[in-house]
């Protein structure tokens, strides 16, 4: 049930993007994306509902293909105050409360 | 606005022993959620609250972890008899529920170690 984050790691250097993808087998109801940093709180960026939609927030968005049960987190011109780890929380549609399911990860190094 | 708040933000202890943390959520949020996190991994859902009430516990959640939220603002998490495997990072987070979709945000959390 806990959905599968792909890829594991991404490097890259400052101004190249990333795409970081988020699978679940389960039908869901919303896609949670946060970024955490080494000792430090997951940070919320944003939440796709089902429906397809695609949000953005700066240079960050995301899209939420409800075909594929699948969300994509697109990291364009990175900075270096992107580097961290990337987690998705994802609701199932069947689940009758709201706790997140979270992935395990994708650590993004953004390098000068 | 201040946001959620843990306390301690450590706590060494050893094997046998019991703990308690503390989080303070965001006011006027009535949805109060406990989550581990264990290195490499993200975070696992342990319970969660709507106001006072403890709607929802994980498998994860053994007979020692017991959680309270008395008057629907901070909650405490107790491990009684605490085993190494317990040594993880507790993160709260705290929601302000309006639909079914709410978005939670988290505290620094509580890094525990059992020795």
């Known amino acids: 049930q806990q959905p599968v984050q792909s890829p594991q790691a991404v490097i890259l250097r400052e101004g190249e993007d990333a795409v970081i993808n988020c699978s679940s087998s389960k039908a869901l109801y919303s896609v949670h994306w946060y970024r955490q940093k080494h000792g430090e709180a997951p940070v919320f960026l944003m939440i796709?509902?089902?429906?397809?939609e695609q949000k953005g927030h700066d240079k960050i968005s995301a899209s939420f293909n409800e075909k594929k049960q699948q969300s994509s987190l697109y990291l364009t011109a990175s900075q270096l105050s992107y580097s961290g780890t990337y987690f998705c929380g994802t609701d199932p549609s069947n689940q009758a409360g709201t706790a997140l399911i979270f992935g395990k990860g994708t650590t993004l190094s953004v390098s000068s | 606005d201040t946001g959620v708040s843990q306390d301690p933000r450590h706590k060494i202890t050893k094997r046998g022993q019991n703990v308690t943390f503390r989080c303070d959520p965001i006011s006027e949020h009535n949805r109060l959620y406990w989550y581990r996190q264990t290195l490499g991994q993200g975070p696992e859902f342990l319970t969660y609250f709507q106001n006072e009430a403890q709607l929802e516990k994980s498998r994860l959640l053994s007979d020692r972890f017991s959680a309270e939220r008395p008057k629907g603002s901070f909650s405490t998490l107790e491990i009684q008899r605490t085993e190494q495997g317990d040594s993880a990072m507790y993160l709260c987070?705290?929601?302000?529920?309006?639909?079914?979709?709410?978005?939670?945000?988290f505290g620094p959390g509580t890094r525990l170690t059992v020795l």
């Open positions: 796709l509902l089902k429906g397809g």
């Open positions: 987070a705290s929601s302000l529920e309006v639909t079914r979709t709410d978005t939670q945000y």
